[in-house]
């Protein structure tokens, strides 16, 4: 069955995850995304940890060609063409711009400024594909005071105010470990905003240019404390820890065994009565302290203690099932392990086993969507360093295999890391 991108081509020059990962799902999609390595630079997620064993499959970094071994590197880059290509050459910029001819889309996440010094900016692909569509995604976007800020999520996360947000009451940002939610957020906004271009070249014959500013699409995610300072003036940012600004119980509690836990959130006073009742209805419940939501939430030290002391000793899952099966929304904390065992993902077909060509077969996160008439598994497992360049500079570009061998030997194109 023909996929939805099926005959759109992406060449993505991206790093790290949201630009990468965001050209995997349109290469989910159906459409050919080669993806073009920097050479003889190391792509960030190819050389994570390459001072230690940590990120690589079976955290061993002495095996043979550890560049192709990241785990992340290979999570974010599945369904997409890998060559390795040297820009700062005439030669290689010559190749970039054949490549460019034969494409849709061209995506770039450098720093604001980067793509016009190289020659890659809309204004030089355009010329190259007058209906190309490009997209640029730098962390801070192409225009304003910050635009030439180099930027990863965790800087963004700081700079949102998310990272503020996040934590215990009781500490510091200083302790506030960090996440990379900004870029899950830009991959799936590229994705997105790809398809709304496509479609309108499809009525149009237009191509366009795309700034997506990474902070920006991050900053609505937060839409109560940013609104609540516009509409309310209230600037206060604190972590909550577990907790809610209203809801009460609302929190992660310890259960059985090490460190596992289950949250628990209840929103109502349906809910809290139906919580009373999974739990037998102790004594506790019936305090007028818990009486009504304002109580609770003025008394959650000493509800949370009683509520611990039920959870503590019982299984994480069963006391998530009880509470469930009562209608109370309840979770348990999962971990990796938790989560490639868990029988609802696994009666889904969420992981998908994927046959790497040097570290051999996996279970991958699958795809983000269902569709009732078209799947298929990956058609591409995440790719060694150059493991294309005669696929596509030589099939696709009708280089001959001299002049591969030539830009080997000119150090423009390689499949190795270079020390």
Known sequence: MKKPLEGITVVG????????????????????????????????????GR?????????????PRPWDRGAIHNQANRNKYSVTLNLTHPSGLDI????????????EAYTAGTAEKLGIDYGSVKQVKPDIIMVSMPGWGVEGPYKGYVSLGSSLDGFSGHHSLRGYPDTDASVTRNINHTDAVGAVNLAFAVLVALHHRTRTGEGQWIDISQVESFVPHLSRPVMDYMMNERAELRPFGNRDHYMSPHGCYRCLG??????????????????????????WTRSDKFADPLSRYEHQDEMDAHIQEWTRDRNKIEVMHLLQKAGVPAEA?????????????????????????FIGEYSYPGYLWKFSKMYEPVRIPPAGLGEHNEYVYGTMLGMSAEEISDLEAQGIIGNEVVA
């Not at 020059?13 to 190391?42: K, N, Y």
């Not at 970039?96 to 995506?107: C, G, P, R, Y």
Request: proline letters at 4%.
């Open 333 to 357: 904390v999962m971990d990796e392990a938790d989560l490639y065992a868990d029988p609802h993902l696994k009666d889904r077909g969420f992981f998908e086993k994927v046959a790497h060509p």
């Open 13 to 48: 020059l991206t790093e790290v995850w949201a630009g990468p990962m965001g050209c995997t799902l349109l290469g989910d999609l159906g459409a050919q995304v080669i993806r073009v390595e920097s050479f003889p630079r190391t792509s960030y997620t190819r050389a994570l």
């Open 258 to 283: 090490e460190d596992n836990w289950v949250v628990i959130t209840v929103s109502s006073d349906q809910e809290w009565k139906a919580f009373c009742g999974a739990l037998d209805d102790p004594e």
């Open 51 to 63: 001072a230690s064993s940590s990120g690589y499959t079976n955290n061993d970094a002495s095996a």
């Open 96 to 107: 970039f711009n054949k490549l460019i001819k034969l494409s849709d889309v061209f995506a």
